[in-house]
């Protein structure tokens, strides 16, 4: 079964009105899960200790201490604290270190993660682009420290490049990290150059404008024989949903098939290399709608892969 694991704190990190991060994500996303077949857990909180896998400690306390007791404290030009945001954090990354767990386990075949803040663009010591720690690098450090898996992947096909993540493995050669993004934007970095330390990083630029076609070949050609080989015991997937077509902040033309499509094809790797065990996290997607639609498709292809 797939697990969905989520926590009402998550509804709690608030940010200034008409900003794109907002509360309303979370919630349309998930009355678009409502009546699915999933096995629903609560999200624990995070402790520093797990943080501390990816994060130094004056990072740390940088964004605990920096919490407001009301109003808002701004981190950088677009990420935001308010009262909630740090067990808001906290349930994130302790929603994707309980799905690792269920997985790794057996106790489900796949999970996703319904949370916010997002991660991805949280480097080692810098929050930014909505993002305060790097939950997808600390799942995966959780998942080879931890359970002492030898091979973990992180697949993101956000529109972003996931530049936090990449910075947080890239010394990491048990971790590959495949990303594919729309290039040029923000935040700049993810150029096909960027190999990690060890060859261990994947970085699949997309033209402004491309669609699904693209998309595919970059996947189908430069990734997925990569990931086969790489044979990791588990997959994570930074899962954004704002290459859709409808979505404000960028410019690829995805369809909600275009996420059907490829959380298929990661999964039917995962069954091959690791027994099928995956583990996805939300990341972006502000067209409430098509958020909606794509992460309700993202999820139905996981069920479809448990069985």
């Known amino acids: 079964m797939t697990a969905l694991i989520t926590h009402a704190d998550c509804l709690h990190h608030v940010t200034p009105d008409g900003h794109p991060e907002r509360v309303a994500r979370l919630e349309h996303l998930l009355h678009a899960l409502e009546g699915l077949d999933l096995a629903r857990v609560t999200a624990p909180l995070a402790t520093e200790e797990d943080l501390l896998r990816c994060h130094p400690q004056d990072h740390i306390d940088a964004i605990r201490d920096g919490v407001p007791a009301r109003g808002f404290a701004q981190v950088d030009g677009d990420t935001w604290l308010s009262p909630g945001s740090w067990d808001a954090a906290l349930r994130a990354v302790g929603a994707a270190l309980r799905a690792v767990d269920m997985v790794v386990a057996g106790e489900a075949a796949n999970a996703f993660c319904a949370t916010r803040p997002p991660g991805h663009h949280a480097e080692t010591q810098t929050a930014m682009g909505f993002c305060l720690f790097g939950t997808a690098a600390i799942a995966a450090k959780h ?151 794509a992460a309700r498709a993202h999820v139905e292809g996981l069920m479809e892969a448990a069985g």
């Open 143 to 293: 998942a080879l420290d931890h359970h002492g898996l030898e091979r973990v992947a992180v697949c993101d096909f956000d529109v972003h490049h996931g530049n936090g993540t990449q910075d947080l493995l890239w010394n990491e050669p048990r971790a590959l990290t495949i990303t594919s993004h729309q290039s040029p934007l923000w935040p700049g970095t993810g150029a096909a150059s960027e190999r990690g330390a060890h060859d261990n990083v994947i970085n699949l630029p997309l033209p402004p404008r491309s669609g699904g076609a693209e998309m595919k070949k970059a996947w189908s050609e430069l990734a997925f024989p990569r990931l086969s080989t790489f044979e990791p015991k588990l997959i994570i997937i930074s899962a954004g949903f704002d290459a859709h077509q409808d979505d404000p902040l960028a410019m690829l033309e995805w369809t909600v098939d275009d996420f059907r499509w490829i959380t298929r094809e990661l999964c039917a790797i995962a069954s091959t290399v690791c027994g099928g065990r995956v583990v996805s996290t939300l990341e972006g997607g502000y067209d409430l709608e098509a958020l909606s639609a």
